[in-house]
């Protein structure tokens, strides 16, 4: 028995230990807290309007922060523009380290607005009315996510994307804190059910022509919850639903197997993409938390039993485990340049991403081998940052939440008081 639990001790600190050491590290650079104070625009940068849709609790103090950890009672809107910084390369990240942020040299917001429900649907239609073919692209974060970070994350993910989409962030409340790996877990499926609201508002909006899923790591398992209990309580998935991209899913493949399997194939118009990398650092963590349950995402696409799975529930791989990066979890090489121009480019022509010849598992293999051009920056800060050594959002215990917005009928039908637990 000793021995057993010392082999097990030793091998979680052999894959633990570095990710810690990253993290350390990624923490002294700085992550990004109370920056989402509206600077001045640099006339040489770009610009991303966001609407966001949150189950975060709002927070009051300390300025710039918006949406802390802890959850809301609600659903709650926002609506920010973000800047992007001139000459930065495709995929990289610039993160503010104090708001207000330089425009001129690190991603930005020139508008933080919360918006009410009446607001948010009159916001969107706007948008979505003035896109090209009227396409969304909804946007679910993984673990340990601060809110600015997917505020910027996504934000980099639609100027890198050569489509003209409406985005919306949907953004859970996540601890941002790695050893808040259960309590996001819990807050993932906290909000499965206003997640399938989101998605059923917008497919069935007639101002909407397609929509497409993105999601990233622990987003992925509360976005396949929310499709698979949508799909069974409908009998099929909505047919404006074209895309769901699934990158670096931080799911156990049995439970996968069962949540595809209740998404019925022949129902769907939906395509279902999974982005994987058997190099996934940060997945390995999550497999030994799990008792060495495979992962989604760091799944052998080409082996048995999970080839046939694959097959069987028409669900496509893009594999990126030969694609080398600078991100050193290799967690986050969806956010690469050229994976995205791939996505985008795909989703302009008003195909899906694998129809037929030159489709995105072809362009991004046309890339293994070579250098992916990711920093090591929000994809890697989001898995790998440090516990609670010297946190800011600490700061949220003792100030507690705003009041919460009201309850949001159709969309929403919880209630009760907000959990003003700091969980960030």
């Known amino acids: 028995m000793l021995g057993s639990g010392f082999r097990e001790a030793m091998r979680l600190f052999r894959v633990g230990l570095p990710l810690v050491v990253v993290g350390l590290v990624a923490g002294c650079g700085g992550r990004p807290y109370g920056t989402l104070v509206a600077t001045q625009p640099d006339p040489k940068a770009a610009t991303v309007d966001l609407m966001v849709a949150t189950t975060r609790a709002p927070v009051a103090e300390p300025a710039g922060v918006m949406f802390g ?35 001129a040299r690190d991603f930005a917001v020139l508008r933080t607005d919360r918006m009410t429900l009446a607001e948010a649907k009159a916001n969107f239609n706007r948008r979505v009315k003035a896109v090209p073919g009227r396409r969304v692209l909804l946007f679910v974060h993984g673990f340990n996510t601060r809110f600015e970070e997917a505020v910027y ?16 962030l949907f953004t859970w409340p996540s601890g941002g804190s790695l050893t808040d790996y259960v309590y996001d877990r819990d807050s993932a499926l906290y909000s499965r059910d206003p997640l399938e609201r989101i998605i059923q508002t917008i497919t069935s909006d007639p101002n909407v022509g397609s929509v497409s899923i993105l999601a990233h790591s622990m987003g992925s398992y509360v976005t396949v919850e929310a499709l698979r209990q949508m799909s069974i309580r409908n009998r099929g998935l909505p047919p404006k639903l074209r895309d769901v991209m699934l990158a670096a899913p931080d799911i156990d493949v049995d439970v996968f197997r069962r949540q595809i399997a209740s998404i019925d194939a022949s129902r769907r118009s939906a395509q279902f993409t999974i982005f994987v990398s058997r190099e996934d650092r940060a997945l390995s963590i999550s497999s030994f938390i799990a008792r060495d349950s495979t992962r989604l995402g760091s799944l052998d696409p080409a082996a048995e039993p999970y080839a046939s799975m694959l097959a069987a529930s028409n669900v496509k791989v893009v594999d990126l485990t030969t694609v080398e990066s600078k991100d050193f979890t290799n967690h986050g090489k969806f956010a690469n340049g050229e994976v ?27 890339l293994a081998g070579g250098t992916i051009g ?12 440090p516990g609670r050594l010297l946190d800011p959002t600490l700061q949220e215990r003792s100030v507690g939440t705003t009041t919460q917005a009201p309850s949001l009928g159709g969309l929403d039908d919880e209630s009760g008081k907000p959990d003003r637990r700091s969980r960030r």
């Open 340 to 366: 995205l121009q791939a996505i985008g480019s795909r989703m302009a022509s008003g195909q899906r991403l694998n129809d037929g010849s030159g489709g995105v598992i072809d362009a991004v293999g046309a």
């Open 153 to 168: 994350r996504f934000a980099q993910i639609v100027h890198d994307s050569p489509v003209k989409v409406a985005p919306i």
């Open 374 to 385: 990711l920093a090591a920056s929000a994809a890697t800060q989001a898995v790998t940052a």
């Open 69 to 103: 950890g802890s959850r809301g009672a609600d659903l709650n809107f926002a609506d920010i523009t973000v800047s992007i910084p001139p000459d930065r390369a495709a995929g990289e990240m610039r993160w503010p380290s104090s708001g207000p942020a330089d425009a």
